[in-house]
């Protein structure tokens, strides 16, 4: 399979853990995304990176969330001290255009 | 700021019978438009893109979708419901990120679409 992947599929934390999710893009594209999509709702834009360089990072919705992609392949997105208003599952999107994103089927994290 | 509006949380079709998702949207520039698609459990699916060609857009299981300019509109349809058209669907308009270069995506909050045997 060719498509993006996420680890892990599913993640059950408590309240003030950190935890961290790996994504790894199609292996062509060098535009990455993460996004969160919470129940009942449409995805929400997190941040993104073309190749190593995060670009866009302002929607980030608090310091304790950050993401890395040190060679430019697959990202690491992580969460510190997590929070029950953290539960949701984030989706990763990977792209060669910036136009066309072909996503990931997500890690769900819930938080107890 | 672009957004974009879905105007049903539900559609109910039965099979067989035409679909009709409704979705406006707003933006300041000259938009890029898809229509997502999400079954249960799996990840989201392109189905069309709009990016300043042909108005009309064809996508793939038979959906397509017209943007109307005057109208900002980006409905979708399909002729006939099959029961495997039953999922989640979100209208989505791309914009650049205070970056000026990140094309990221703005959802709508999704139409749950049933189709009836």
């Known amino acids: 399979d060719t498509g993006v992947s996420q680890n892990p599929r599913h993640k059950i934390t408590k309240r003030g853990q950190n935890v961290t999710f790996r994504c790894d893009p199609i292996s062509e594209h060098n535009r990455l995304y993460w996004y969160r999509q919470t129940l009942g709702q449409g995805p929400e834009f997190l941040t993104y990176f073309q190749n190593e360089a995060q670009l866009e990072k302002s929607r980030l919705l608090s310091d304790r969330f950050s993401a890395e992609r040190p060679k430019g392949s697959f990202s690491t997105l992580e969460i510190q001290r997590t929070e029950q208003g953290d539960s949701a599952m984030y989706l990763c999107a990977s792209s060669l255009t910036g136009l066309e994103q072909y996503f990931g089927p997500g890690t769900r994290l819930t938080v107890t | 700021a672009q957004s974009v509006t879905q105007l049903d949380s539900h559609v109910s079709v039965s099979e067989g019978t035409p679909v009709l998702l409704r979705c406006n949207y707003s933006?300041?520039?000259?938009?890029?438009l898809f229509w997502y698609v999400q079954h249960p459990n799996k990840g989201l699916q392109l189905l069309l893109k709009y990016t300043s060609a042909a108005t009309l857009v064809k996508g793939i299981n038979g959906f397509e979708a017209e943007f109307k300019k005057s109208e900002t509109s980006f409905h979708l349809t399909k002729p006939s419901a099959h029961m495997s058209d039953a999922a989640e669907y979100f209208c989505?308009?791309?914009?650049?990120?205070?970056?000026?270069?990140?094309?990221?995506?703005?959802f709508g909050s999704g139409t749950q679409l049933t189709v009836l045997p």
């Open positions: 989505v308009v791309s914009d650049r990120g205070s970056s000026g270069s990140a094309r990221q995506l703005t």
């Open positions: 933006s300041s520039y000259s938009p890029s």
